[in-house]
């Protein structure tokens, strides 16, 4: 191929190129925000500590982190709450999780179970919000607490994060188990 024709299809190809790279100015006001998941982990764990000392740890299959610190546990979560020398005071297990990180709060759901090691006791409810920094745990729902001695039914629940105590708002009852 001769130098002409060689640098006439050079031109061509630049020309081409260059129009196929051309692109469209973009109205930033027409797009859409993205408020989808910013982080996927798998089988994490959180710990929550005072004075350098676990008091909280959370395990869950499946973490998903939003751009505003939120958090979302679909595959469910674990937590093991420890008593201030670092034995087990108590377990909360539920089928999915949420964290609003403005409110710090975490609100469980599906199937939420507490066991409390220290005073014999596990509390059955679907929704259980917990309060980390005021230690707090609450539900305006139906709960179900089993004790040594009787099952307790009622509406909303508040307690400590440890569930070493506990008020039902609205009780229904209470009975000896069999």
């Known amino acids: 191929m001769n130098t002409r ?8 190809l630049m020309a081409v190129l260059s129009i196929a790279c051309e692109r469209e100015a973009v109205n930033m006001d027409e797009v859409e925000p993205y408020d989808g998941p910013w982080l996927i ?12 000392k676990v008091r909280v740890k959370i395990t869950s299959d499946t973490q998903v982190q939003f751009e505003n610190g939120d958090a979302e546990y679909p595959d469910g979560l674990f937590l093991i ?3 201030k020398d670092g034995t087990q005071s108590s377990t909360l297990k539920a089928n ?23 005073k ?14 005021e230690r707090r745990i ?5 709960v179900t ?14 307690a400590p994060e440890d569930f070493s105590t506990y008020r039902i708002l609205r009780p ?5 188990t069999t």
């Open 5 to 12: 024709n060689l640098t006439l299809l050079l031109v061509f």
């Open 41 to 52: 982990s798998y089988n994490t764990t959180t710990y929550y500590s005072d004075s350098a």
């Open 81 to 83: 709450f420890y008593e």
């Open 96 to 118: 999915k999780g949420y964290f609003n990180k403005k409110e710090a709060l975490y609100t469980v759901e599906d199937d939420v179970v507490i066991n409390s090691m220290v």
């Open 120 to 133: 014999k006791q596990i509390l059955n409810t679907e929704l259980l919000n917990w309060l980390p920094n």
């Open 138 to 142: 609450y539900t305006d729902q139906f």
């Open 145 to 158: 607490i089993e004790t040594e001695d009787e099952i307790l039914k009622g509406e909303g629940l508040e």
């Open 172 to 176: 229904t009852g209470s009975f000896e």
